[in-house]
Structures are given as structure tokens and as C-alpha cells.
């Protein structure tokens, strides 16, 4: 059964070992939502597929999104009606091949007398969004009027109020999402690891034939042979073009994009809220997270390195200025930040200079004269898409190679991410609740890992300490700090508090206050000693300080 798949530090060492033992068909360099679905669909296919990361997976871009799977309304004013039609479909798939993380949600998209957006335009591009999902959106949108709006969400500001729309995209855990798709592509067979850098291309010949990996953790280095090597490396794909190609022109042009979150209370909102920024005019969303809200995002191009990203003062002033002017009783400030997180687009760079907006989302796939395929653009909610057209790309070249067959394309769209076997969520949430935990831990073990719920509880079931609460008062319990390390490859501090359980983004203090018991307790499974112990606290310590950044220039904004 799935959720007995052991996917931890273990599986990690055979799979390098078996990497660098025996040639593989395809290598993907990359474990973000893009190198996910390749991996995925290429194991899927029976192609001998390895994916390694120099980080965590989802450590980059892909757990730093606005956490939306949606058919891109703002495409509309772009008239990319084909990529609003493709994640319309991805959409409605993804809703249920994961029902735990991919979750429906109604968004409010308020109008104002003057806006950019004007209420007739609105309502005509409501129906062309129904029409591009087939009508088969989880629900129709409705115009909702002035006094219906407000009644849906009282704080939104009165003066000047048309009418708003009621309509409905989807949410996701962005870093789970990814997880999920990793964890899909082990159980298809494919060799997995985390903190596994490419530092160079081997290219005996000149045909690229593999990479030289480094364990970033160990420093040791092993030569990976592949017949196809695939560049899926977000934000870096045209820094990793040039370890194949020093000349290799940019393919990307990144923005970068901030999300602040809030408590739920200060806003007050029940929706999703679409608004217009009162600053530039830019779309941007007040979303729902929980006793959180948060706002995002961002799109500038101050782009800075992509191990160094995070929102800067700016960021975090221009989000809360634009809520304050929808949600005018919020009256939120720096200090009601209780968490920051920013990330760069991999964005296709357009032929001609655009705004940073109106950069095209789409992906394109590019083969250099030796071989190296590389991956540029797409999202998170079209990562399927994306894997498929790359693997049919992989699956041509292996064929023109040693003539094998093609394979079919694997049934990506029916095969469900692990623990989204269940469709009744509130069953399991009974089955959970039957098995004495309280409503909350049971609502959030669901939502964090559907069907493999019951794999945690089996841990309580062993030991009861388990059972406990991480903070007092949280639903999250420690049988998810084991279970992370045993069935989902945590290899450090970070990757329980930041990716697998999200106790850095939602709690005030960054979780900083259970940093020692849980090393602790990751010590002994991992087999820490003091001096890794301290390095893990410390480079957490790090991390919270860079997230927190932004409060330093916020003071020299506001006394320059
Ligand atoms: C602010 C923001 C909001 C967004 N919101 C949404 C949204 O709501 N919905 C949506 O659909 N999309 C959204 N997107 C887009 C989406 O998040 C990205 O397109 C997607 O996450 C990119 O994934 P990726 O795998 O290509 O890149 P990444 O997630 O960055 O993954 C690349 C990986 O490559 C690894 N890597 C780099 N170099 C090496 C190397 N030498 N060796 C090994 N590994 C290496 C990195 O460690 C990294 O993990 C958003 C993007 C941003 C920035």
C-alpha cells in the first residue's frame, strides 16, 4: 500500500548508489514542481529515471507560490486563451488526483467606480473563464451587487463599490504538492535524491552523457551516466545552460514575486479577494491560509541571485498598502507580518521588453547542439502538462539512440498523487477522529496527507508520546517530525519546519521555540551528533533572520 512506501534518508543512499552504479535513461537535474512531473511521468513510462536536487525538493520557486492551481484569469487581458483552457483542464484534474492539496476556493473580485478593470469587463471575462473550463469549474461565478458583495465580505471598503464577482479557482500546498509528485515518481521506480548538486556535465564526446554529482551534505562525488539529461532547474535553467554551453544565450527573464501573511482576524476575510492594486493597477490576491491571510504577490525585476532571494521592505509595504485600501479597518503594519516569502519567476524571456506582468507564462523546451534538454517557463498548476511534452521529447530521442520502442504516455491524468486515493475527505476525517485524536490534528493530517493519514496515526499507535502536540495548542503532532524523515526523505531542520509541516510560515515566532526538541528528536532518527545538532540550529537561526529582513528596511523607508 502507498503509505507504507518507505521514502526517507535510506532510500536516498541505495538510490545514489544505484545512480552511479548503473546508467540510467534519463537524468533530471531539478526537484521543483517541473523536475517532479518529468520524473514522474518518465518513470511512469518504465523509462530508469533519476532526479536529484541540490537543495530540498520544493526548496526554491515551487514553495514560494501564491499556493494557487487556476486557470489564469489575469491571461484573459492577455487573450491566452489556450494557457487559460490548459490550466482550466489541469485544474479539474488536480482537484482529483490530490483532493487533500488541491483544494477548491472561492475568490471575490470586488469593482470600483473607476478601476482598471471595469465592471462590464469583469463580467464579460467571468463568462469567457466558465466557457475556457468547459463549464466545469467547481462552480459557475456569479455577479454579486454592492450590497450582496459586502455582505459576503464585510471589510471590504464601501466607498465607490460596484458589485463584485463570486467565482472559483483552487489551493494548494505548494511544497507538498511537489513532495507528492517526487514521492509518485519513487513509487514508479524512479532514483531519488535530495541535497544531490550537478556541479558539471560529463561530455566525453561532446554529447552530454551525464552529470558529476556532489552530496552537499557529505561533499562526496559520483559520476551519473544518462543517456538524456534534462535541465529542470527553474530560476538556474540558464546558469546550468552554462555549464554546457558558456556561450548559451538567456532563456529566462525572471521577476520576482513576495507573498506577507497576516492574521486572518486583522482582514477579516472569508473569500479569496481578487484586487486591483491601488498602487500600479497590477492584479493581486488576499487569500485565506488557515488563522492566517496572506498577500501576494510581487512582480519586479530588483531580481537578486536565486539561493538569495526574500521580500525587502518594499515588497512587504507595497502588499500591505495595497490590502489597506480594500481592507481599510485592517490598518496593517509591519509588526502584524508573521511571515514572509518570496520567490523568482522562471518566466520566458519575451522577444520583445515587456512589463514584468505581462510576461508570458508558458513553457518551451530547448535541446543544446549537445544534447542537454532544458525546461524554461510553465507553473505549478500545469506541471503535468509540462512533464508529459518533456518526456515525449526524451521518449523520441531514446528511440533515435538505441531504436527502443516509444512508449506510450503513462495515464498521468487518472493516476492519483499518493494519499489522494481517497475521494471523501471527511471519511478519513472520521476514520481519524475514530482513532481518539481531536478535530484539528485529525482536519490537518487529512489536508497534509490524505489516505496516508492513517500511516501517521499507526506511529501513535506505537507510541503514544507521539501523539502530542509539537506547540501546544497546534494541530501538528510528533509522529509527523518521524514520519517526515521515514516516508517523506527530511534530511534537516528545515525541510520538518519549513516544507513538510509549515510551522516556519505560521506560527509568529518561526517555530523558533521548538527548534531544540525537534532536533532533538531528528538527532536520534537521523543520528546527529551535538555539533550537527547545533549546525542545524543555527543554520535554521539563518534562515528565520533572512525571512525577517525586510523589518530593517522598513524602519530606513519610513525614517530615511
Ligand atoms: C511569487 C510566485 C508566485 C507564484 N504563484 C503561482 C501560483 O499561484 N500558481 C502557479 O501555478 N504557479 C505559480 N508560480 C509559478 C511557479 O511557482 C513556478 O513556475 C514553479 O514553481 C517553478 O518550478 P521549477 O521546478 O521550474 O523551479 P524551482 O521550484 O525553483 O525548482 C528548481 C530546482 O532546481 C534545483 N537546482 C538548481 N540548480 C541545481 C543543480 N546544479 N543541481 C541540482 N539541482 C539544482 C533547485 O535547488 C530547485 O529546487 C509562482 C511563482 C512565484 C515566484
Known sequence: MAAETPFSHRTR??????MAAEPVDLLVIGGGITGAGIARDAALRGLRTALVDKGDFAGATSSRSSRLIHGGLRYLEQYDFHLVREASRERRL????APHLVRPLAFLFPVYRGARVAAWRLRAGMWLYDLLAAFRNVRLH????????????????????????????????????VLAAIRGAAQAGALVANYTEVTSLVRPDGRVRGAMVRDTLTGEARTVRALIVVNATGPWVDGLRRLDDPQAPPLLRLTKGAHVAVPRGRIGNTHAVTLTSPIDGRVMFVLPWGD??????????DVPPPDDVRASGSDVVYL?????????QARLAPHDVICTWAGLRPLLAPERELAASAVPREHRIVESPSGLITIAGGKLTTFRVMGRDMVDRVARRLHELDGRPIPRQPPTDRVPLPGGEAADLDVLVE???AREVPETTARHLVQAYGSEAAAVLNLVERERALGK????????????????????????????????????SETRDQAV??????????????GWDAARRSEEIADYAKQVAQSRAYLTEVARLSNP
Do not use: C
Open 431 to 433: 476514520a481519524a477522529r
Open 469 to 504: 502536540p509539537i506547540i501546544p495548542g497546534r494541530p501538528e503532532i510528533w509522529a509527523e517530525v518521524t514520519h517526515s524523515v521515514e516516508r517523506e526523505m527530511a534530511l534537516r531542520l528545515a525541510d520538518v519546519l519549513m516544507r513538510r509541516l509549515h510551522l516556519f
Open 320 to 328: 500591505l498598502r495595497s490590502a489597506n485600501a480594500f481592507f481599510p
Open 142 to 177: 456569479r455577479w454579486l451587487g454592492r450590497r450582496a458583495a459586502l455582505k459576503a465580505e464585510p471589510g471590504l471598503r464601501e466607498r465607490g463599490l460596484v458589485g463584485a464577482a463570486l467565482y472559483y479557482d483552487a489551493q494548494t500546498d505548494d511544497a507538498r504538492l
Open 513 to 526: 521555540s521548538a527548534t531544540t526538541a525537534v532536533v532533538e528528536r531528528l538527532g536520534k532518527l537521523l
Open 292 to 301: 492566517l491571510s496572506y498577500v501576494g504577490t510581487t512582480d519586479t525585476d
Open 94 to 97: 488536480l482537484l482529483d488526483l
Open 13 to 18: 543512499a541505495r538510490a545514489l548508489a544505484s
